[in-house]
Each structure stands twice: as structure tokens, then as C-alpha cells.
């Protein structure tokens, strides 16, 4: 049998449903900055950022693991509050000349003040001070959910939660863990996940991007999570699959990171078609946009030429993504009054 081509867009179509408004909510806060951005800092502090760049200037890694230890060095010019604002700021401007409306990102006290609660209250008043004047100045909302780092170890977490659930309120709206999925057990973490809950917030965890679908199971039974980063190797299991759809789990699913990081070959293989096909509740985001040369607009443009995702599809991812978003009601409805009116 012939398989179903995708309908064709035009190029007028596509410009359209390149400019839709958008909803992220998979973001990493230091992974979304500029390459130029943390060369000119690490100059003005004169820190030696030797092995983080390619001689184009973008950044150089060849696998995830070597993602991971460049992000960090990249991550030490960013030393006070002063610079976390500075990169909120550099970030949104980023995000809404890509459409976004609204975004979530992730926020690692590890590297706002080493886990110190006192210092990540510092941390996190400048960034929303900057996340105000560019909700002001270009219409983007912004929230934050605190990270625990996984190759860190459980011990480490404790302080991330600390101040997640410290902090938690209508701004902090969620807790959860990034960092090297191969490393330790969701389960291993539960302390953590346990106390943010407690505390009011919503949860989402890393898992089926670098593991099976085991990981994606235990996220959701011993980590209770709501939301599941990644989360796109549950194809491989049927059972959770229904699971995931019939439960209303989320996937924050990321595909050029994906691709780039060679979890699939290329953007035909990705499973985020099947997954929608299946029932599941997919939502779109960038992970760590310059890092894998990508951004919201290039993720939609993607869509659209390998599955024919019509506006009207776009339209429901957007406002699937907001119906998803860990925000308190009043900004949801807010929210989704914007994605009404085109
Ligand atoms: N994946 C996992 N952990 C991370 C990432 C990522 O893309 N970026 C920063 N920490
Ligand atoms: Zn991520």
C-alpha cells in the first residue's frame, strides 16, 4: 500500500502558521543562551570558555554526554543575579521574535546560588524583574520550574527542592530533574518529588529520551509526575502508550533536539505523529534552542513538511500546550483567550 502523503501547504500557508502563537514548555533557562551571549561574558569576567566553541562560533559538542559538560562550562560565566537577568532578558526577546506567548522554563538552583535558598531568592527575584519588562515590553509570560540535576546524585536534590518548595507560588509552578537520564533511577529521586508536591507544585521529569519506556513508567508511578520531558521512547511499548493517553499524561516532546542528539536518524522517524495518532497529549518545545540550532518557528516549519500538520493543527497544539501549562487558573484563561483570537 502507497503510504498517505501529507497534504501540501503553500508557502503563503506556511508563513502563516509559522507566525501562530506559540506555548513552550520544555525550556532549559542556561541552554537557551545565545553562543554570542556567553562569549561576551565569559570575556568581560575573563573566564576561559576553551573546548565550548566551534570555530564558527556555535557551540561544540558530538554527543549527549559531551552536551552535557559543555553546557556546564558555558554555564560558569553565568555568576550573579545580574547575569541570570541578563539572559532572561536576551531569552524572551529570543522567544517572542519566534511567537511564543508563553513559556515555561526550567531553573536549577544548583547553578542560582548553589542550592542556597537565600541566594536562589536573589536569583529568582532578578529573573523575574526581567521577565516582567519583557512581558511589558513584547507581550511573553513567563514561568519558572525548578530543576534538580540528575548525574548530581539524589543527596543534591534535596537542596533544589528546598528551594522550589520555598519558593512555590504563582510564579515557581513546578519542580522537576533534568541532566543525564542514564545515570541512577527516577525512583531514587522520590524525596525530592515528594516535598515539591507537598508544596503545591506540578511535576515533569526527563525520561524515555536516552532510556526505554521502563524509565517513562517509572516516572509516572514513583515520581508521579503529571508531565514527562521527552517521554517519546514510550512508543516502544504499546501498553504504556495507552497508559499515557488514557491517564492525560503530557509529553514535552522536543524533536530537533531529538534529531540533533541522533536518539532518531531523522524528522521522518520521530515518533510524535504516531504518539498524537495514539491519543497521547503532545506538546512542542525547543529544549535548548541554540544548542541544536533550532527554535519554535523552525520546530512548526519541521511539522509541517514531514507530517502536513495543518494550521488548524497548530492551533490545538497551542492551546493543548496552554490547557498543559503548570500556571495557576487565572493566567491559563488569560492564556487561552489569546489563542482564541488570531
Ligand atoms: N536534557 C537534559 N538535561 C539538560 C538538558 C537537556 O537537554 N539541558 C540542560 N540540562
Ligand atoms: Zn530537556
Known amino acids: 500500500m502507497t503510504p498517505e502523503l501529507p497534504p501540501v501547504m503553500d508557502e503563503e500557508q506556511l508563513a502563516a502558521v509559522l507566525d501562530l502563537p506559540k506555548v513552550e514548555l520544555h525550556l532549559h533557562h542556561e541552554g537557551a543562551a545565545p553562543p554570542e551571549f556567553i562569549r561576551r561574558l565569559g570575556q568581560e569576567k575573563s573566564i576561559n570558555l576553551t573546548g565550548v566553541f566551534n570555530p564558527d562560533g556555535s557551540y561544540a559538542f558530538h554527543d549527549f554526554a559531551h552536551f552535557l559538560s559543555v553546557y556546564e562550562a558555558a554555564t560558569q560565566v553565568l555568576k550573579t543575579p545580574e547575569d541570570y537577568a541578563r539572559l532572561t532578558t536576551a531569552v524572551l526577546e529570543e522567544s517572542a521574535a519566534n511567537g511564543v506567548i508563553y513559556c515555561e522554563t526550567f531553573l536549577s538552583p544548583d547553578f542560582c546560588g548553589g542550592g542556597d535558598v537565600g541566594a536562589w531568592r536573589e536569583y529568582l527575584h532578578a529573573i523575574r524583574d526581567?521577565?516582567?519588562?519583557?512581558?511589558?515590553?513584547?507581550?511573553?509570560?513567563?514561568?519558572?520550574?525548578?530543576?534538580?540535576?540528575?548525574?548530581?546524585?539524589?543527596?543534591?536534590?534535596?537542596?533544589?527542592?528546598?528551594?522550589?518548595?520555598?519558593?512555590?507560588?504563582?510564579?515557581?509552578?513546578?519542580?522537576?530533574?533534568?541532566?543525564?537520564e542514564t545515570m541512577g533511577k527516577q525512583k531514587d529521586?522520590?524525596?525530592p518529588f515528594d516535598l515539591a508536591r507537598e508544596a503545591g507544585l506540578q511535576l515533569t521529569t526527563h525520561a524515555g529520551e536516552w532510556r526505554g519506556p521502563a524509565e517513562v513508567r517509572s516516572a509516572i508511578e514513583d515520581l508521579r509526575v503529571t508531565r514527562v520531558g521527552h517521554g517519546v521512547r514510550a512508543i516502544e511499548d504499546l501498553a504504556l502508550v495507552d497508559l499515557i493517553a488514557e491517564r492525560g499524561i503530557v509529553l514535552e516532546v522536543c524533536p530537533v533536539s531529538n534529531v540533533t542528539l541522533k536518539v532518531y536518524p531523522n524528522m521522518a522517524a520521530h515518533p510524535i505523529e504516531e504518539l498524537r495518532k495514539r491519543g497521547v497529549t503532545v506538546t512542542v518545545s525547543t529544549d535548548d534552542p541554540p544548542f541544536f540550532?533550532?527554535?519554535?518557528?523552525?520546530?512548526?516549519?519541521?511539522?509541517?513538511?514531514?507530517?502536513?500538520?495543518?494550521?488548524?493543527?497548530?492551533?490545538?497544539?497551542?492551546?493543548?500546550s496552554a490547557r498543559a501549562a503548570f500556571c495557576n487558573d487565572e493566567t491559563k484563561s488569560a492564556l487561552l483567550k489569546r489563542l482564541e483570537t488570531p
Not at 145 to 174: N, Q, S
Not at 295 to 311: C, I, P, Q, V
Request: glycine share 10%.
Open 189 to 191: 529521586f522520590a524525596w
Open 130 to 180: 526581567a521577565a516582567d519588562a519583557a512581558e511589558r515590553a513584547h507581550g511573553i509570560v513567563l514561568r519558572g520550574i525548578v530543576t534538580c540535576i540528575r548525574h548530581f546524585g539524589p543527596y543534591r536534590a534535596k537542596a533544589p527542592a528546598l528551594c522550589a518548595a520555598e519558593t512555590a507560588g504563582d510564579w515557581i509552578v513546578g519542580f522537576g530533574m533534568g541532566g543525564d
Open 293 to 320: 540550532h533550532t527554535n519554535m518557528r523552525r520546530e512548526y516549519h519541521n511539522l509541517a513538511k514531514t507530517f502536513g500538520w495543518s494550521a488548524e493543527q497548530f492551533s490545538e497544539l497551542a492551546r493543548t
